[in-house]
């Protein structure tokens, strides 16, 4: 049993979160997280249905109205204003932004097309960075010194590590996400805002149905990794609760790998081959 003293630490109570595609996959399980631990979780996708069920599952479960749905598309200037406009006129503070909402697409090099990486660069890049920008006083405004509001982006192990596997744009855009979370939690600092993002290995959802279709293709994937698994829920629900607690105001500028160590996984041994030769 933790003490009141440690469980605080990963208390979310009177914290007011906004959760980008909070409807599913990753985003969900962190909505689920932080409305767990006490937070007004607000969650936007573009398919209104998807986060009203999301929401009304989440209330059902914690008994309470904490997940509160509404349409937003990340990807045009006029759907990120929207979604501004529409957290204004739902809440008077925020103290936790999740830039979760993301896309992807996968070709053979060569056959890439065009105007697939821009669809994915407008959600995974713009949109994240044209949000963030628009929240920034609502955030500053509800944090001090001594508790900081946190925003957390979603990069990915594809933008630490040089994989290919055919999503070019999406690779390129998270480590793109991960240099602006740099760049942001400098200049955030001093006005009391972390930022962070988490870089995932694979971890099942929506965007990955295609590699968890059977359990054979689950299997090869999850012996391909160091830690000999795929993500878990909660592996991200505790870095989530760590990044957003207390215990984490003193952490920015971090590219969290939760990723069972895919990203330090070099390959075969370079000289083993030479010492038995
Ligand atoms: N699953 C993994 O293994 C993994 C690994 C590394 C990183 N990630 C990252 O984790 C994040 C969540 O992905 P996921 O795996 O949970 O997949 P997912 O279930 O497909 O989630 C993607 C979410 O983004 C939303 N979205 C897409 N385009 C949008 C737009 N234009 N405006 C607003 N919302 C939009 C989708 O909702 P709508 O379709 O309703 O808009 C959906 O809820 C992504 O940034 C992804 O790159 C995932």
């Not at 997280?33 to 009304?56: F, H, P, Y």
């Amino acid at each position: 049993m933790l003490s009141s003293n440690l469980q605080s630490l990963f208390s979310l109570e009177g914290k007011t979160a906004l959760v980008t595609g909070g409807g599913t996959g990753l985003g969900k399980i962190m909505a689920e997280t932080m409305a767990q631990a006490g937070a007004k979780v607000l969650i936007c996708s573009r398919k209104l249905a998807n986060v009203k069920k999301t929401a009304d599952e989440i209330n059902k479960k914690l008994n309470s109205n904490l997940v509160i749905p509404f349409e937003g598309d990340i990807s045009t200037e006029a759907g990120i204003e929207k979604i501004y406009k529409d957290v204004l006129n739902k809440v008077n503070k925020l103290n936790i932004l999740v830039n979760n909402s993301g896309a992807t697409w996968g070709e053979k090099l060569g056959n890439f097309p065009y105007s697939a990486w821009s669809k994915v660069l407008d959600v995974n890049v713009t949109g994240l960075f044209h949000l963030t920008q628009l929240f920034i006083n609502l955030l500053e405004e509800s944090a001090d010194k001594n508790d900081p509001s946190r925003i957390i982006n979603l990069g990915s192990v594809m933008g630490s590590a040089p994989h290919g596997d055919g999503p070019y744009s999406y690779s390129a855009s998270k480590a793109a996400v991960h240099h602006i979370t740099r760049i942001l939690a400098k200049e955030l600092g001093p006005r009391h805002i972390t930022v962070n993002a988490f870089a995932p290995g694979p971890f099942e959802s929506k965007m990955t149905k295609f590699a968890f279709s059977t359990d054979t293709k689950q299997k090869a994937m999850a012996e391909s990794i160091p830690l000999k698994r795929t993500g878990r829920p909660l592996d991200i629900s505790a870095a989530t609760l760590y990044l957003c607690g207390k215990g984490g105001g003193y952490v920015t500028g971090a590219i969290l790998p939760l990723d069972g160590g895919i990203h330090v996984d070099t390959g075969p041994e370079l000289f083993e081959p030479a010492k038995h030769s």
